[in-house]
C-alpha cells in the first residue's frame, strides 16, 4: 500500500486535453476566498472557525492601538451567530472615490483594502493585509455591519459575501463604533460552526494583558456565561498570571522603552521551575517562531547576566562557563513590541524578519537590566544561583544525551529491543505506534501491515519531564527508548531530517490510565520535541469504545452517537454489508448474551429514541488488550477505515498554560480544572 503510487482520477486523461488560454481562470471577488478558504483561515476545522473571531477582534483592537477605542464585546448567539461591537471611530461609511461605493463596502467585499496600509492612520497594526474582514464576510451565510458615526446608524448586509443592498441609514445614535454580525458558512465549516467559549476566552485574555487600555467582555446566550477581562498592569499581570502554578523566585522585572518609533515592553521572573516559557508578540501578534525581537532578548540576557556575574565574582569554579540555554531555565518572559512596518516570514505571521529590530531590544534590554541588576543585588546573586544549578545540571544531561546520540549513530542493532521495526526506510511512508502495555503493544505487531508500521510498547507510566530536568529524564528507559527509536535527538542537536517516521503516533486505552499515558507523552513533546508538534508528526490514534453485534454482523462506535446511530439502523434493518474489514476473526471480547425472558426492559439495549431492540449485544472495549489482532487493525490501524486526531499547537500560551495546570506541582489550579470541565466529561471509567 505505502509503496504504491495512485493516480489522481481523471489523471489518465489529461494529455488528451491541450492546455490554453481559455483555461486561465480569473476569480473574482470574494470567490477565491470561497474556493480556497485555507489559503486566508489556515484551515475550516475549528481552528480556522475561531479564526474568523479573531480577525475581526483584531480590527477593534488596532482602533484601540490608534487610541480610539477602549471597549470591545463578542457575544455568542443561540442561533450560532456571532457579535463583535467597539466603540472605534467606525468603519468610513463615504463614498470610495476609485470604486464609487461606500467605503464600508469596498472594506467588506474586496480583498486587501483597508485603512493599515496608511501608516497616518494606523501606526502600528496587526491586520496587515486588509483581508481579515472580507475574508470573513466572504465565508458567512449572512453577515451585517452596523457602523455608528456622525450622529447616524449605518448598515449593509451581505450574503455569501455578496451585498444585498446599498449602504442605508436606519437610525441616529450618540455613540461611534462598528458592530459586525454574521453567521458561520455550513457548506464551508462543514465538520461545526459551533463557537467555543473556552476557545476563544484564551484569546481575549491574552490580548487584554497585551492591551491594559482596553476592556474586553466575552458572553454566550447559549449557556448565559460572561466574562470581562481588562489587565491594568498588563505585562506584569501576565507574567503573573503564567507562573500563578509556580513559586516566584523574585518580583516581575519591567523593561519598557522606544527606539526609532518601534515601543518594546519585556517582563519577565524566574521561577523555581526548569523549563522556559517565553511568548513573544509583534503588533498582538503571537509570533511562537521567534525572530529578531526574541533573538535580540536572549542576546541581551546572556550577555548581561554573564557581566554582572564576573564582575560580582558571583562564579567560583573556572571549570563552569555559563551559556543562554543556562539564563533560561526556570524563566517566565512576555516580549511585546510595537514595529511600524514589520515584515513577517510567511503568511502565517508566526516569525518577525526585521533585522532592525534586534538592535533596538538588545539595546534597550542591556541598558535597563545592568541598571535593574545594580539596584536590586539579592535578586541579581538569586538568580545567578539557581543558573549555576542549571548549568551543573546541564554538564549531567550532557553526558546522558551523549548516550542517546551514540546510540542513535549505530545501526538498527542499536534501536530499542521491543520495537518492532517496518521494513520500509522512506520516513515519508512510515508510521510508529507508541502503544500502551505490552499486551496491546502484542496485538498491535500481529495486526499491523510490517511494511510500513512500527510498533513500539510502552511499559508503565513515562516520567513526568513539567517536574523533571534533562539528565532525570534521559535516565527513564521507557523515554530514552522513544528518542532512540525516532532518531532525531534532543536539545541543540535535534534534527527533524533524520526522524525515521512520518507519523508518530500515540495509541491508548480509552480509560483514565490511558489518558493519562497520553498526556504523559505529549508532555514530553511539548516540552522536549516541540518541534515535532509543529511539523505535524504527532497523532493521536482513536479506538472505538463500543462494539455492536446482532446475528453475525459486528459495528463499532466510536462514541455514544455512533452506537446510538447503529442501533437505530438495527432495528430498522437497514444494514448492508458490515463496516469492518476483519472478514476472519471473531470477536474474543466477552459478551453477556441477554436473556429476554429474564431481564428487565431497562437492560435491553435501545435505539436513540429509547425503544428496545432485541438481539442486540453491546460491548464496552476497556482496553486495547481487550482486541484480538484483527479488530485491532479493522478498527484503530487499517488507513483505509481509522480515524487520527492530529496534534497541534493552536495557541502557545494556551498550551504552555495547560500543561503546567495538568501535570505541574500545583494542586489547587488542577482541582479548580477539573471541578470547572467535570460536566464536560462523556466516558468516565470509574
Not at 140 to 145: F, H, L, Q, R
Not at 243 to 271: Q, W
Not at 320 to 331: K, V, W, Y
Request: proline share 3%; hydrophobic share 35%.
Amino acid at each position: 500500500m505505502a509503496e504504491e503510487l495512485e493516480l489522481v482520477p481523471g489523471a489518465e486523461n489529461v494529455e488528451a486535453h491541450e492546455y490554453g488560454a481559455e483555461d486561465i481562470q480569473i476569480l473574482k471577488g470574494l470567490e477565491a476566498v470561497r474556493r480556497r478558504p485555507a489559503m486566508y483561515i489556515g484551515d475550516v476545522s475549528s481552528r480556522g472557525l475561531h479564526h474568523l473571531v479573531y480577525e475581526i477582534v483584531d480590527n477593534s483592537i488596532d482602533e484601540v492601538l490608534a487610541g480610539h477605542a477602549n471597549e470591545i464585546t463578542i457575544v455568542l448567539k443561540e442561533d450560532g451567530s456571532v457579535e463583535v461591537t467597539d466603540n472605534g471611530r467606525g468603519i468610513p461609511t463615504g463614498i470610495h472615490k476609485g470604486e464609487g461605493v461606500s467605503a464600508l463596502q469596498v472594506v467588506m467585499t474586496v480583498l486587501h483594502a483597508g485603512g493599515k496600509f496608511d501608516k497616518n492612520v494606523y501606526k502600528v497594526s496587526g491586520g496587515l493585509h486588509g483581508v481579515g474582514a472580507s475574508v470573513v464576510n466572504a465565508l458567512a451565510e449572512w453577515c451585517e455591519v452596523e457602523v455608528h458615526q456622525d450622529g447616524k446608524i449605518f448598515l449593509q448586509r451581505y450574503e455569501k459575501g455578496d451585498p444585498m443592498h446599498e449602504v442605508k441609514v436606519i437610525g441616529k445614535t450618540k455613540r461611534t463604533g462598528t458592530t459586525t454580525r454574521w453567521k458561520p458558512d455550513a457548506e464551508i465549516f462543514r465538520q461545526s460552526i459551533t463557537m467555543r467559549m473556552d476557545v476563544l476566552r484564551e484569546r481575549m485574555m491574552e490580548l487584554s494583558f497585551l492591551n491594559p487600555a482596553v476592556s474586553i467582555t466575552l458572553s454566550d446566550e447559549r449557556s448565559k456565561e460572561e466574562e470581562t477581562f481588562h489587565a491594568k498592569g498588563g505585562i506584569k499581570d501576565f507574567v503573573k498570571h503564567v507562573d500563578r502554578t509556580r513559586i516566584s523566585l523574585h518580583k516581575p522585572v519591567f523593561i519598557e522603552g522606544e527606539k526609532d518609533a518601534t515601543p518594546v515592553e519585556i517582563c519577565f521572573e524566574y521561577n523555581d521551575g526548569f523549563n522556559e516559557n517565553l511568548f513573544s508578540y509583534v503588533n498582538n501578534i503571537n509570533t511562537h517562531e521567534g525572530g529578531s525581537h526574541v533573538a535580540g532578548f536572549k542576546a541581551a540576557l546572556t550577555r548581561t547576566m554573564n557581566n554582572y556575574a564576573t564582575k560580582n565574582n558571583l562564579v567560583k569554579s573556572d571549570k563552569i562557563s555559563l551559556t543562554g540555554d543556562d539564563f533560561r531555565e526556570g524563566l517566565t518572559v512576555i516580549i511585546s513590541v510595537k514595529v511600524p512596518e514589520p515584515q513577517f516570514e510567511g503568511q502565517t505571521k508566526t516569525k518577525l524578519g526585521n533585522s532592525e529590530v534586534k538592535g533596538i531590544v538588545e539595546s534597550i534590554m542591556n541598558e535597563q537590566l545592568a541598571q535593574f541588576l545594580e539596584e536590586n543585588p539579592p535578586i541579581g546573586k538569586r538568580i545567578i544561583e539557581k543558573v549555576l544549578r542549571a548549568a551543573e545540571a546541564r554538564e549531567a544531561a550532557r553526558k546522558a544525551r551523549d548516550i542517546v546520540r551514540r546510540k542513535n549513530a549505530l545501526e538498527n542493532s542499536a534501536l530499542p529491543g521491543k520495537l518492532a521495526d517496518c521494513s520500509i526506510n522512506d520516513p515519508e511512508h512510515c508510521e510508529i505506534y507508541l502503544v500502551e502495555g505490552d499486551s496491546a503493544g502484542g496485538s498491535a505487531k500481529q495486526g499491523r501491515d510490517r511494511r510500513f508500521q512500527a510498533i513500539l510498547p510502552l511499559k508503565g507510566k513515562i516520567l513526568n519531564v513539567q517536574k523533571a530536568r534533562l539528565h532525570k529524564m534521559l535516565e527513564n528507559e521507557e523515554i530514552r527508548n522513544i528518542f532512540t527509536a525516532l532518531g532525531v535527538g534532543i536539545g541543540e542537536q535535534q534534527d527533524l531530517t533524520k526522524l525515521r517516521y512520518g507519523k508518530v503516533i500515540l495509541m491508548a486505552d480509552a480509560d483514565v490510565d490511558g489518558a493519562h499515558i497520553r498526556t504523559l507523552i505529549l508532555t514530553l513533546f511539548y516540552n522536549h520535541m516541540k518541534d515535532l508538534i509543529e511539523a505535524g508528526h504527532i497523532y493521536i490514534a482513536q479506538p472505538p469504545l463500543y462494539k455492536v453485534k446482532k446475528g453475525k454482523q459486528e459495528f463499532y462506535a466510536y462514541n455514544d452517537e455512533e452506537r446510538d446511530e447503529i442501533l437505530k439502523r438495527m432495528k430498522a434493518k437497514a444494514f448492508g454489508n458490515s463496516t469492518t474489514s476483519d472478514k476472519k476473526g471473531k470477536a474474543v471480547v466477552e459478551e453477556e448474551e441477554i436473556d429476554m425472558a429474564n431481564v428487565d426492559l431497562a437492560d435491553i439495549p435501545v435505539d436513540a429514541e429509547g425503544q428496545p431492540v432485541k438481539g442486540a449485544v453491546i460491548s464496552r472495549f476497556k482496553g486495547l488488550g481487550e482486541m484480538n489482532p484483527e479488530q485491532l487493525w479493522a478498527t484503530t490501524m487499517n488507513p483505509e477505515t481509522r480515524t487520527l486526531l492530529q496534534v497541534r499547537i493552536e495557541d502557545a500560551y494556551a498550551a504552555a498554560n495547560m500543561f503546567e495546570t495538568l501535570m505541574g506541582d500545583a494542586v489547587e489550579p488542577r482541582r479548580e480544572f477539573i471541578e470547572k470541565n467535570a460536566t464536560y466529561v462523556r466516558n468516565l471509567d470509574i
